[in-house]
């Protein structure tokens, strides 16, 4: 086995207690680094970075209250007030909710794309998935109605009304909030950031993840997860879903083995399965050459691997 290892921190750093690295992370390359540089990314992420004790603690205890209730999924559902008003999305709202996130777009400076197709939106895959779709997507996947799910989120848009759908699929719908006091969860009220935190550990350690949205968070967790051993990420391909959605609604087809199979068809390769990070979409140049490249932190291959020695041509690389 072929490691590398690395020095100590320098002086000046080993005696700050905090390092503050603020917007760092969309400023760095993906790709053709020098691998010193890349393992040492692995390193920091996954093996020196750690939450403070309090966070850990809570997380933990979320993870033994979710296992209580067997292997369960984590759902990083996005279906979130400034998601869908960002992104535009309005499929399953009423009038009056477009309405209000139009006005939440119009108003917020910094995003500089005010008119939105919320069909062309949807069509293109750029839409998380609705509360109702997830249920008929975990349904054709073939997970029964007992499976325990975690809802790793902030405030779902409308509430109950728009998780009814979901939850009549699948009662057993855990979150933090469900699975400690108010006392307990107290503390880390009024701070979005530990919340989150508390959402990442619990996804992290789940038994599927299944991100609802491309995010930070979630392509932080799967690539976690890639480096803790290609834990089962399942990652909805939403383009091909809407297709069948859309036939559903128009009646085409209904759920039952047929919209499973396909559902299971289109999926089999979206699981968090072994494979070298993408690199950046041929002919692209510039900045959009370097947001069309895989992020590090969804796939951290083969970067962060050790390299067996071995005479088979198709050498063996294993998960540091």
Known sequence: MICVFFAPLPPPLSFQQVIRAAKSDSRLANNNLPPDIQKLRCRTCYEAIRFSPKIEAMGKLLVERMRFYGPYIALHLRF???????SGCTHGLSKAEAEELRIIRENTAYWKVKDIDARQQRSKGYCPLTPKEVGIFLRALGYPQKTPIYIASGEIYGGDSHMAELRSRFPMLMSKE??????????????????????????????????????NMARAVEGHRRFLGHRKTISPDRKSLVHLF??????????????????????????????RRRGPVSGTKGMDRFRSEESFYENPLPDCLCRRETTNLNAALVVR
Not at 196 to 208: G, H, N
Not at 246 to 275: A, F, T
């Open 80 to 86: 979130e007030k400034d998601v869908l008003a960002f």
């Open 178 to 215: 469900k699975l400690v006091s108010v006392e307990k969860l107290e503390p880390f009220n009024g701070h979005a950031t530990q919340l989150a935190a508390l959402d990442y550990i619990v996804s992290v350690e789940s038994d599927i993840f299944i991100p609802t949205y491309s995010g």
């Open 246 to 275: 859309d036939k559903m609604e128009r009646g085409i087809l209904k759920e039952g083995p047929k919209l499973s199979n396909r559902v299971i068809e289109i999926h089999k390769k979206l699981q968090g399965s072994p494979r």
